[in-house]
């Protein structure tokens, strides 16, 4: 074999192992990483990646349970890429705006790990969204009811740290109640709150202006329970059959004592409510 031919066939096996070469490596990078082995080994230019067409971006595979609860609930709420200033009120919300006969049900001074996992419960059977305004000591000790409230869709608002007059208090002890609280529901729920509720309902000017500042709507109520007195299941049963209508807030109580009545009341007047073609569920915000 002389010297030209014995090159030549050199040159052949290197060109069919740089092949083999090029398409197995092609075969862990798919076809188009085929393409660009294949041009380098060559001595040829590499073949660029097309750019992505204009038009919807590719429709995303589904995400699994796991990651779906991470999901914000777009249902309810405002998005966090919209940042809105809130109004300076003069005076707390009564009622709340929806379609047809739609009501708010509010369940304050919790949440109490005796009282509030049955509220929960009883609100998870009918599918019905509540709204609980939280003492910020009763929550600190208790996150995973509000990490709960979060996965159920429920609302949580501030009711301030350790349920004060904030008529006698000062603004900077005004503050520091909102703003701690804010900071817990923050950690334990995922979002800050955007409502919250004076304790006893007694605002003034400095609560509506620094909840205003914390990005907080004031809601009061429409109907009381009166449950905190203990008046018996039947008469909690009977203020909210009776005073129920269109945009009503009904006021209970999770915490704060025995609420044992309150509990037994819910179970009876919720699906009450429903056979009568309420819809209960969560306010919307109302922007400036």
């Not at 349970?65 to 009564?94: D, M």
């Not at 603004?171 to 979002?191: F, K, L, N, P, Q």
């Not at 039947?234 to 044992?260: C, T, W």
Request: charged letters at 25%; one cysteine or more; proline letters at 7%.
């Amino acid at each position: 074999m002389t010297k030209d031919q014995l090159l030549t066939r050199l040159s052949s096996t290197a060109a069919v192992l740089t092949r083999r070469r090029a398409l197995l490596a092609g075969a862990a990078v798919g076809a188009a990483g085929t393409a660009g082995v294949l041009a380098a080994v060559m001595g040829e230019d590499p073949v660029r990646p097309a750019l992505r067409a204009a038009g919807p971006p590719a429709v995303a595979r589904p995400l699994k349970p796991s990651a779906y609860r991470l999901q914000p609930l777009t249902g309810y709420g405002t998005p966090h890429a919209a940042h809105r200033k809130t109004l300076v009120r003069h005076e707390p919300l009564l009622k709340v705006s929806g379609r047809g006969r739609t009501m708010v049900l509010t369940f304050d001074d919790g949440p109490d790990p005796r009282y509030t996992p049955h509220i929960l419960d009883t609100l998870a059977e009918y599918d019905v969204r509540a709204m609980f305004f939280v003492c910020g000591e009763m929550a600190v000790d208790n996150k995973d009811l509000l990490a709960r409230m979060a996965d159920e869709g429920h609302v949580v608002g501030n009711h301030t740290w350790s349920h004060p007059l904030l008529t006698r208090l000062t603004r900077s002890r005004i503050r520091s109640e909102m703003e701690r609280t804010c900071d817990v529901i923050e950690d334990a729920y995922g979002e800050r709150p955007e409502w919250f509720r004076a304790p006893y309902g007694a605002w003034n000017r400095a609560a509506f202006q620094i909840g205003a500042e914390l990005g907080m709507d004031p809601l009061a109520w429409t109907v009381d329970t009166l449950d905190w007195s203990r008046p018996g299941t039947r008469s909690i049963v009977g203020r909210v059959e009776n005073g129920a209508a269109p945009g009503v807030v009904v006021l209970s109580h999770d915490a704060g004592g025995d609420r044992s009545q309150s509990v037994r009341a819910l179970r009876d007047y919720l699906p009450q409510l429903l056979d009568s073609g309420y819809h209960v569920t969560v306010p919307r915000r109302q922007y400036a």
